[in-house]
């Protein structure tokens, strides 16, 4: 296994756990440059890209390249070696949805031009390029529009609710909601997606499919269970809603059912377990004081 990253949002702190094994190898690579590999390659997992609103917001032009330039040269790649192409896309490119649940055949309500826009449409541009080097190429590809996922080694302060009302739960702050809190997401538990995204990758299934977990809740409730898991009194405090905010979001999942065999298996609170054990250790560890390096992070190469 080879993986390529810049480690722009990234940390190697994540992988530390495969070093030394003979079946994986990392390289520090832009996959908007062109990329030479040598050999055989099977299956190419394009997941490049930054994933929360902080991070979009803060390198929009990098996450448009990545979804234009980056796709164009890993499907450059899959054709050359003959190799199944597995693109990561999102909820995202249904935008504010106007139909409910979002289902694949669903075209989305997204503002190009908002600040989302520019996460929303380098995904929404992935999936187009992606469709056309199948066609037009006749490369393998797959499509998997990832809906809200959480786990372990998510990074403290990337801004996405989960490790934001953890971190803030655990150190005993104010959980920060936006708008009224009514807005509902859908959780996935990160093993959950994985075995979903394999499913598919062994698939013949070119056309994109939902993977995520269909258990609807609102944000205020997300931030009342996580203030529950981990046992404190934090107060809940409301901030103005983002622009283009989603208002609802909730995979249709009967394709990847029917298609895949997959469903998710983890309930909502062992998941949220699991990560909350993660979060507390890291903040036990020193996370986020002096010292620990870029992002918080002890950084090594």
Known sequence: ??????????????????????????????????????????????????????????????????????????????????????????????????????PESYWGNVNPIGPRGVYDEAKRFAEALTMAYHRYHGVSTRIVRIFNTYGPRMRPDDGRVVPTFIVQALRGEPLTVFGDGSQTRSFCYVTDLIEGIFALAQSDEFDPVNIGNPKEMTVLEFAQEIRRLCGGDSEIVHKPLPVDDPKVRQPNIEKARKKLHWEPRTPLEEGLKKSIEYFRALLESGWGSPGMGQRGFKMSL
């Open 1 to 102: 296994m080879l993986c390529l990253d810049n480690l722009l949002t990234g940390n190697v702190a994540n992988i530390e756990h495969l070093a030394g094994r003979d079946t994986f190898r990392f390289i520090k690579h832009d996959v908007t440059q062109y990329i030479y590999l040598p050999g055989r390659v099977d299956f190419i997992f394009h997941f490049a890209s930054p994933a929360s609103p902080v991070d979009y917001l803060e390198y929009p032009i990098q996450t448009l390249k990545v979804g234009a330039l980056g796709t164009h040269k890993a499907l450059g790649l899959a054709r050359s070696k003959g190799a199944v192409f597995v693109l990561a896309s999102t909820s995202e490119v249904y935008g504010d949805p106007q139909v409910h649940p979002q």
